[in-house]
Every structure is written in structure tokens, then in C-alpha cells.
């Protein structure tokens, strides 16, 4: 679904229960897992309406409960939508709408900011769009503070898509997406809310041996740990990339070992999970064959599954992928395309079929 639709700004009532819009911001092509996500995780909550990289959704909640949506990066509070239209002339409808706007529920003058983005036709540059929402705001608070775009408490973000607008007030910080913590990372780290839609898909039980065998900085194993588990543990072939990712894990109950992920220390059909992140191409060294790789990781990762066992693999190797899948029964429940740091890989869910 993309485009305009109709939602009151805030406080609505949905069957007499008081709700507001939210909208979800997530890495392109991982919006289902973060609505699935959405509505096993918030009660009375409903997803409205899915766009590239925003999940909308309402909610009877308060904020604390959406610190649980670990797979968005960034969560906003909708204030307004409006149209406008595509000429300079119009512009200043973004001025008037915003000045009529009551903010007043945040109860701060702390320095705001808007940020804002633009998508269409139009004759004005999105820049100029957020100009005229501050304009807006310090005409109906005029005693508010305008900070900069680095310097500032309060943010806000304007959406122009065509000839729709949306206002939103973003309530989440920059170190959201990093869990509000300082991680060392190694070359070619997942952020951490795409470690954990890969956690997520594999559907995670308290009674899960889960393995990540190529663990890197250790960021699969820490969104794993953020629920029970019988056990988690990783492993990376360099030496100085486990001790990385020992430290950003310190505190958790993951082990992390060195080895070669193409021979796992686990007997065959003990493991309930496996996700991991596969090397790309330029994360294989210069005399390393990719292709020999990925054979040998899919018949490791058969090996060590339990039949009924789930595999989720992230890899710019698609078509090797699945060929090597269906040659192991390995059955491909869903996969996602993804932008990712430029590359479009594919996510992988895999379930191990009935032989051994």
C-alpha cells in the first residue's frame, strides 16, 4: 500500500479506546517483519499501511512499550496530513498548516529541528520544505528555540510524497538503532535491527541451541539475547574479530569461539536455529573462491540442523543459494531482497525437511 491515507492526527478513538498514529522507519525490503513484529508485540495495536522503508501503525500503548520493536530503526509520532502542491507558490500551505498545529502537549522548549524529505515532481527542493515547517512553528511558538541540524532536542520530520504531506514528531534518539549503547564494530557489521529481523524470522523459543558461525562483531548473538534461550553461541575465524565480539557481549550468556565455520564443533542434527550473516564477495579475501564457501557453509549448516530446523541466511549469492538449498532438502520458507550499504542481498529462511 502506498500514498494518502486518512488517519486523525492524535488521540483518536478506535471502538472507545483512545489511539494514536505511529509510523516505523526500517531498512527496504524488511517492512513485513517489523509489521509481524508489531503485532505480536503491542496489544490493541493495527498495522494501517505499509510503505517503502515505513511500517504505519496505531496504538493504544504508551512509548516505553515500542523500546520492544527492535527491528525499526527509528519510531515517529504522525502529528498531521495534508496535500499540497507541487509549485513553489505552494509552500507556504506548509507554513500555515503547521502554525495551526497544538503542540502544546510536549510541554518543552527545548531547541527543535525539522528534517524533511521529498519525493515527486515538485519545484522546491526539500530543504526548503523544512524551512517552512520551522517558519510554521515559530509563528505558533514563538518563544520555542530553533536549534541546527546537529544541535537540537526536539525533532521533527516532514514527509512530502507527491502532492501528500506528512508531520511527524520523532521519538527515538540517534542511538536507537545501536540499543543506546557504544559497540565496537567489525568491517561489514549488521546494524542491529537487521540482526534482529533475522532473529525475529527465526522464530526465537526459550529451548534454542542457536548458532551464528560466522558472528563477526557478535551482533546476531547480542539481538539473540534478548530473549531466553537453552543456548547461544558464535564463532568467527579471526581471532581478534571474537574478542571484539566478546566485549560487545559481555554481560549475556553467549560463547564465543574461534574456528572455521565450514567445520562446526556440533554433532550432526543438534542445532535448533542457525542465522548468520555470509560473507559477500568483498568480505572474502582476494584468493578466496566465494562460490566453494557457500557450498561448504549450506552443507554445514544442514549438518548441524535438527530435522524441522530453521536456517536464515543473509547472502548476495542468491541463485547459489537456492540451488544449494533444494540439493539439501532444505525448504525455502520466505526470502526478502534488501538494500544494503549500496548491495541488494537477499535474506534467506530456510527449514531442514525430515532426513537426516
Known sequence: MHGFFVFSKRGSKIGGVSVTLYFASV??????????????????????????????FTAAESFTCFNSLRSADNLFQVLDQFQIGPHKKHLSQVRERISQLDLGFMGRKDAFWVNASRKGKQTYSRFEVAKEAIE????????????????HQ??????????????SLRLTKATFRFRNQRRRFSPASLRPPVAHAMVWLSEPASTDVFVDPCCGSGTIL??????????IVGGDISDEITKIAKSNLDGLEVVVHVWDARKLPFSDGCVDKVVTNLPFGRQISPDGDLQLFNHQMMHEIWRVLKPNGRA????????????????????????????LKGLNPTLFVFEKQGRT
Do not use: M
Not at 517489523?34 to 515505513?54: A, M
Open 27 to 56: 531498512l527496504p525490503g524488511l517492512e513485513d517483519v517489523l509489521s509481524d513484529e508489531i503485532n505480536h508485540k503491542l496489544i490493541d495495536s493495527e498495522v494501517i499501511q505499509i510503505n517503502r522503508g515505513k511500517v504505519f
Open 312 to 339: 536464515v541466511i543473509l547472502s548476495d549469492s542468491a541463485n547459489q543459494l537456492f540451488w544449494e538449498a533444494e540439493r539439501l532438502d532444505l525448504y525455502c520458507l520466505k526470502s526478502y531482497l534488501l538494500s
Open 136 to 151: 510554521g512553528i515559530h509563528k505558533r511558538y514563538p518563544d520555542w528555540k530553533i536549534g541546527t541540524s546537529r544541535n
Open 222 to 231: 547480542s539481538e539473540r539475547g534478548a530473549y531466553p534461550a537453552d543456548e
Open 154 to 167: 526536539i525533532e521533527f520530520r516532514i514527509d512530502v510524497e507527491h502532492h501528500h504531506v506528512i508531520f
